[in-house]
């Protein structure tokens, strides 16, 4: 039977979008098919469903996601009664629920609906779709006495009414009262209650959403500066010295189009990072010169400059009664709304209420999930050598607001801080630290360490002095000596700038003989893992053999369970030659060492992968057709069967993840895309977690 979830509220304004987010991505770490069902809808886009659609990659067809719009509801409700009215709504849900293993259902929204005691309402749907509940109640401008009552009254009635009810959620509190209203909330709710402070950047417009509401014209601007949180606004009307004391960061600067003085100076101080502003939003229709213009994209390139015809005045007012939305066009936001509600729920608790029972499929959305909870569960900090890239820099964005790790960014600082301003990514935080090689205060200790460790080559402190710069030897000393507790590097440098330094410094693990890497090849419906695809081109039997062994303990830690396949162009004893011989000799290798391991080879890769293959190639096997550990003979055959894969079938390609290091350092595609380098250094501090056991 399909199970359900219902998040409703008991008044309007309670930012109930954000524990919708939380739940949905609670829910899609279980199941692979999760349908969305909205029983009323206002006329419009529906920007969370959007959000939803374009996230987590649903398929559901948005006519089947709504039962009625408010307008119908409340005329069925007037004129024939609401056994009648939740009748359509139960027949529409139902055609949902026959669909799919998990309903998430999103309440009605209290806004101007026109339908009596809406509560009730929810309640009655609630019930009727056999959907437990969650409760949400909006704290903003409250009290914590008030804030108490709410919750104590929205867990009331909901239960009175006959819900099953899971939890209670208070959000958009005041930051100096969560702690006040969740723990006097513990004690006076028989079920969970959790307690998600107010977030500003979450209500914050975009500068893309201030140009669209005011129908502004962008004169200048990227899609990046366009994506910014407004998180304040300053009136450009004072001369400038007492005008640039007056920014805070994330401002948008609004100000009448003939003050050239204040256009350039507001884009100076950004350039400057002093401070980072969202973008300047001129008034009265006027426009600055071509001269002016051309120096404001040179002072800051991507800062968006917006022409308005209204006053001053009258656009302020308009700009400070606005309120951003998450939507499928402000994925960061989504990013932070994500990050607050992990934080502050628990989320294993609550999905254990929840009851959903875990998928036997295992999607790249569901794995990807499943690595930023367990980095997140024992943080540790990541050092990212690349810290001036951009993919980096947003990669860096997205770990800090789903708050996974601690971070380290090597390089230039006011190179990285300007970048990172023009992009409206935020580094200021406690978890992120921003070190320049050059100049830093660890240089000349890294200098005699890394002498020390290379003295049999030759390698004086002078020239050490000059090594340790490079970033990516500099953060793989900060791991060897603690500072980080792993490394992510490569957008930009070669597979062997990144993992030269891991030998030279790191080494490798008593138990392991080389270093090897892992790709996690995440098909539609299973993870299977893929070595050596990256590193060693033409290991011997002992080598194949380490390989294998460690790619089985890669897999165990990241939730695959290990059947290993030693592959070849033969399978079982059809075949003979010296490439099957080495496989045929890493097989009785592992199998000495490691007899708890099941393995098969040498064995073709139809073989070790399909059932029916497997029935007629080895009928006794019990790794053939089920193979999860896929090791290659070699560097060519591995590499380019995961590149074919990769690309034909549409497959998430996760790696390279080096393996046998004794504290980790992985390496990155230079194609990486940000998400790729996200789960990359997401693996790399559930590596480093693993070598504190």
Do not use: W
Not at 239 to 253: H, K, R, S
Not at 610 to 627: D, F, H, I, N
Not at 656 to 662: A, I, K
């Amino acid at each position: 039977m399909t199970r359900s979830v219902y998040v409703t509220g008991i008044d309007r304004g309670d930012g109930r979008q954000v524990v919708e987010l939380g739940v949905m991505e609670l829910l899609t770490r279980q199941v692979d098919r999760v349908g969305v069902f909205r029983p009323l809808v206002h006329d419009g886009p529906d920007r969370l469903f959007d959000l939803l659609r374009a996230r987590y990659r649903l398929l559901q067809d948005p006519a089947d996601v709504y039962g009625l719009d408010y307008g119908e509801a409340s005329a069925i409700q007037a004129e024939q009664g609401t056994d009648e009215l939740v009748s359509r709504l139960v027949e529409r849900f139902l055609r949902v629920a026959r669909e799919y293993e998990v309903v998430l259902v999103l309440g009605s929204d209290f806004a101007a609906t026109q339908l009596p005691d809406e509560l009730a309402l929810n309640a009655r749907l609630a019930n009727e779709f056999a959907a437990s509940v969650i409760a949400v109640v909006g704290g903003k401008g409250q009290s914590a006495e008030s804030v108490r009552a709410e919750a104590r009254n929205a867990h009331r009635a909901y239960e009175v009414l006959g819900c099953d009810v899971l939890s209670v959620i208070v959000n958009r509190v005041a930051a100096e009262d969560r702690e006040e209203v969740s723990e006097g909330l513990k004690s006076q709710l028989p079920v969970p209650c959790y307690v998600l402070p107010d977030e500003p950047s979450l209500v914050a417009p975009t500068v893309s959403q201030i140009a669209r509401a005011l129908g502004g014209t962008v004169l200048l601007g990227d899609d990046s500066g366009l994506a910014r949180d407004a998180l304040d606004f300053v009136i450009g009307g004072a001369m400038l010295p007492n005008f640039l004391g007056a920014l805070t960061p994330g401002c948008v600067v609004v100000t009448p189009g003939d003050r050239a003085d204040i256009v350039v100076g507001a884009l100076a101080a950004h350039s400057a990072g002093t401070p980072p502003i969202a973008g300047v939003l001129l008034t009265l229709g006027e426009r600055p010169g071509a001269s002016i213009l051309t120096l404001a994209a040179k002072l800051a390139p991507g800062t968006p400059v917006i022409s308005v015809s209204a006053g001053s005045f009258p656009t302020a007012t308009e700009l400070f009664g606005m309120e951003g939305k998450l939507s499928a066009e402000t994925p960061r936001k989504a990013e932070t709304a994500l990050g607050l509600f992990e934080r502050h729920v628990d989320t294993a608790d609550l999905l254990d209420r929840m009851s959903v029972a875990r998928s036997g499929r295992v999607t790249p959305m569901m794995f990807e999930h499943e690595l930023l909870e367990r980095a997140r569960a024992h943080r540790k900090r990541v050092v990212l050598p690349e810290g001036a890239e951009e993919r980096v820099l947003r990669a860096a964005d997205v770990l800090i607001r789903r708050d996974v790790c601690d971070l380290t960014l090597l390089g230039d600082v006011d190179v990285i801080r300007k970048k990172s301003a023009d992009l409206g990514i935020d580094l200021g935080g406690e978890s992120t630290q921003l070190i320049d090689p050059d100049t830093s205060g660890l240089r000349q200790g890294f200098a005699e360490r890394y002498a020390e460790l290379r003295a049999h080559r030759g390698v004086t402190v002078e020239l050490a002095y000059d090594v340790v710069v490079d970033v990516n030897y500099f953060g793989t000393l900060m791991v060897e000596e603690g500072l980080a507790d792993g490394m992510v590097s490569g957008t930009v440098h070669s597979t062997a700038a990144t993992i030269r330094p891991a030998f030279e410094i790191i080494k490798t693990k008593a138990e392991a003989s080389i270093v090897s890497s892992v790709f996690f090849m995440c098909l539609a419906d299973k993870v299977l893992v893929y070595g050596d695809c990256a590193v060693n081109p033409d290991p011997n039997a002992e080598q194949l053999a380490d390989i294998a062994v460690q790619a089985a303990a890669t897999a165990a830690k990241f939730g695959v369970e290990p059947r290993i396949a030693m592959l070849s162009y033969s399978t079982g004893t059809s075949g003979s030659g010296a490439d099957v011989d080495k496989v045929r000799e890493a097989t009785t290798l592992v199998r000495a060492a490691r007899p708890d391991l099941r393995i098969e080879g040498p064995i073709q890769y139809d073989a070790a992968v399909s059932p029916s293959v497997a029935a007629t190639k080895l009928p006794e096997s019990e790794v053939a057709g089920q193979a999860t550990v896929l090791i290659f003979p070699d560097l060519n055959t591995g590499n380019n069967t995961y590149k074919a894969v990769q690309r034909s079938a549409g497959v998430v390609a996760v790696g390279p993840v080096l393996q046998g290091l004794r504290k980790p350092v992985n390496d990155l595609s230079r194609g990486a895309l940000v998400q790729d380098i996200v789960t990359t250094v997401a693996i790399t501090a559930i590596q480093a977690q693993g070598e504190d056991a």
